[in-house]
Structures are given as structure tokens and as C-alpha cells.
């Protein structure tokens, strides 16, 4: 139960901070929190360590997907992508490798 209490807050507190720094540098808002509550439950159900792998998988999700799309040139560095998405597939995959 603790490690469900620690993945929950620690799957928020990892995606805020990466919004916050963004803001800072760059002084753009890069994701919404709706990524950051997703990766909040996604820790409660997964526990802490799931975190980093999940959101590990899910950026690679999210380059295998947005790269091609850059050298056809139907996007751009500016074009947003959903990122919830990628972090449910990369959650499916993390429970049926890591957990079944």
C-alpha cells in the first residue's frame, strides 16, 4: 500500500516538475496535468517503480510514432502530440512484461 501512496504522488510530482522546468526555460507550456494524473494513477495501481519505466516506454512511444511523421513532413517540432496515449500503451506492456 505504501508503494501504491509513494507511485501516486511520485507520478504527479515527476510530470510537475517536468511542466514547471519547461515553463521556465523555454516559457512554453510543454503538457497539461492531465498527463501528470495519469501517471499519478498509474502509480497507484503500479506502485513507485513502475513510474519511471512506464513514462521511459512511453517517450519512445511517442518518438517511434512522431519521427516518421517529421521526415514525411506532415508535422513539425511545433506540431503537439497527445501523450496520455502512449503512457496507457506503455502501461499494458509494463503489466503484461513486468507483472503477468
Not at 513514462?55 to 496520455?84: C, E
Amino acid at each position: 500500500m505504501f508503494q501504491s501512496l509513494i507511485g501516486g504522488a511520485g507520478g504527479y510530482l515527476l510530470i510537475w516538475i517536468i511542466i514547471f522546468l519547461y515553463k521556465k526555460i523555454k516559457n512554453v507550456e510543454a503538457m497539461g496535468l492531465g498527463d501528470a494524473k495519469l501517471l499519478s494513477g498509474l502509480g497507484f495501481i503500479f506502485g513507485f517503480k513502475s513510474i519511471f519505466i512506464i513514462l521511459f516506454m512511453g517517450s519512445i512511444l511517442g518518438l517511434i510514432y512522431s519521427i516518421p511523421k517529421l521526415f514525411v513532413g506532415k508535422s513539425s517540432l511545433k506540431t503537439a502530440v497527445p501523450f496520455g496515449p502512449f503512457l496507457i500503451i506503455s502501461s499494458v506492456i509494463y503489466y503484461f512484461y513486468f507483472i503477468v
